[in-house]
């Protein structure tokens, strides 16, 4: 088993932390995060079973630390990536192409078998989890409204039917039925039509 050098017992938790983390992103590009075994993880980090439970004492727990950093890459991701003075339309278009790589890099199940494979009580953690993205979609729909760009009449709800939109494009992104960039532009048009858009 390769050995970690740090300068610290702290340095080393966060090295192999990163480590097992890293695992499953690997593992979730070829399988699926719903057919990942906690044997699979600590294999595919070098590491015993044992050492993984004393970071991760469940799926669940190592599921959601995995969320937690995805969602953290989304945000610097976004943030990255939009224009100081981007209107509305660009910064859903921006949200949507990161979604949809999201989906690519790290493949997960539906909404419903996720909740099936973890439980109520874990899946409802992981809904928090991402949280932070929900709350960046509702902004972007609140500025559209304020500028004039959008028209919905429940923010809340337009945020909750465009993941859904984008969550529809999953199963055609990993199959290869179509691409990253045919999605963007099937879900932004439709989205940005839905939302009376006043811009392209």
């Known amino acids: ?18 480590r097992i983390l890293q695992a499953v992103s690997r593992l979730s590009r070829n399988q ?16 015993t079973r044992t050492v993984l439970y004393n970071y991760f004492p469940d799926k669940a727990t190592l599921l ?13 991701g976004y943030e990255r990536e939009l224009p100081p003075d981007a ?17 690519l890099a790290h493949p997960h199940p539906g909404p419903a078998d996720l909740s099936a494979a973890l439980g109520p009580d874990a899946y409802q953690r992981l809904a ?53 960039e045919e999605a963007e532009t099937v879900v932004c048009d439709f989205v940005l039509r839905a939302l009376e858009a006043l811009t392209p």
């Open 87 to 103: 209107s509305p339309a660009e910064r859903l278009r921006v949200f949507v192409r990161l979604q949809l790589a999201g989906l």
């Open 128 to 180: 928090d989890h991402v949280e932070p993205m929900q709350r960046i979609l509702t902004g972007i729909i609140e500025g559209g409204v304020s500028s004039g760009a959008f028209r919905t009449p429940d923010v809340t709800s337009a945020a909750r039917f465009i993941l859904a939109v984008i969550g529809a494009e999953r199963v055609p992104l990993l199959s290869g039925e179509t691409t990253a």
């Open 1 to 18: 088993m390769p050995r970690i050098s740090a300068a610290t017992i702290g340095e080393h938790r966060a090295q192999t932390r990163d």
């Open 32 to 47: 699926g995060i719903d057919a990942i075994s906690m044997t699979d993880v600590a294999s595919e980090a070098g590491i």
């Open 64 to 76: 959601l630390a995995f969320t937690e950093r995805v969602t953290g890459y989304f945000i610097d």
